[in-house]
């Protein structure tokens, strides 16, 4: 699972993205979420953010619907009414039936504006735009859905708790590594944040390792525990 940041950053590696043709509704997120290209009614700006959250291992049901996600952030207790930094923002546009019908990420607050991340948005059309773009918003806000998102501290014990992880570990530290992994766009293998360290997590390891300049042993030990939140 990974961090706030982790998200934000994912979520500005994808700004410019846009639907092709213009007007078809067909992206990679609606791609992903439905498994194939589509071409008509598919307003995706709720695709992008169960892309961008699923994608990092943080918990969100697969809709493709605001009014289902809001629902859901409610139904968990994760709904406020005061921004904070990674919080999904909901918002009503135009005078459909629906209670909200756009969706973002928030990346800055400031004062009684936001700055978000947005998918099909465009300076033209708040919420059908084809293109993930940044936004600065202080109207038509809903609401905010919080996701359960990883610290460092979640991932990293104190130092004398920190265990040796290798081929044949199990449990709520291999899985905490798992997610931390994906955080990084480290794959862990299909069977993802399973809690297992198998041969697939243990190459997920050597990756990081390498990226990092550690040494490549696919062994999670104390050099290892001192990096979590240094990958960039």
């Known amino acids: 699972m990974a961090t706030a940041k982790d998200v934000i950053e ?10 092709y043709p213009a007007n078809s509704n067909r992206c990679k997120y609606n791609r992903e979420f439905y498994g194939r290209d589509v071409s008509g009614p598919y307003p995706w700006c709720c695709a992008f953010i169960w892309w961008l959250l699923s994608t990092s ?46 969706v973002g990420i928030v990346t800055a607050v400031r004062g009684r504006e936001i700055e978000t991340i947005e998918g099909n948005t465009s300076v033209n059309s708040d919420d059908n735009g084809g293109a993930v773009m940044t936004r600065r918003r202080s109207s038509n806000i ?37 997610n ?17 360290y198998g041969r697939d997590t243990e190459n997920a390891v050597r990756e990081y390792q390498r990226r990092l300049g550690l040494p490549v042993t696919g062994v999670i030990d104390r050099d290892d525990w001192n990096s979590v939140g240094k990958y960039k």
């Open 10 to 19: 994912k979520a500005s590696a994808e700004i410019g993205v846009k639907e």
């Open 57 to 102: 291992g943080v918990s969100v049901p697969k809709t493709a619907l605001c009014t289902s996600l809001a629902q859901w952030f409610k139904d968990q207790g994760q709904w406020f009414t005061d921004p904070q930094v990674g919080d999904i923002v909901f918002f009503k546009f135009g005078t459909n039936s629906r209670w909200t019908n756009h």
């Open 142 to 178: 809903v609401g905010y859905g919080r996701p359960k998102y990883t610290t460092v501290h979640e991932v990293a014990p104190a130092p004398d708790l920190q265990p040796t992880l290798k081929r044949g570990s199990r449990g709520d530290y291999v899985k905490a590594w798992q």
């Open 180 to 196: 931390y992994l994906l955080s990084c766009n480290i794959s862990v293998g299909k069977a993802g944040a399973d809690g297992i």
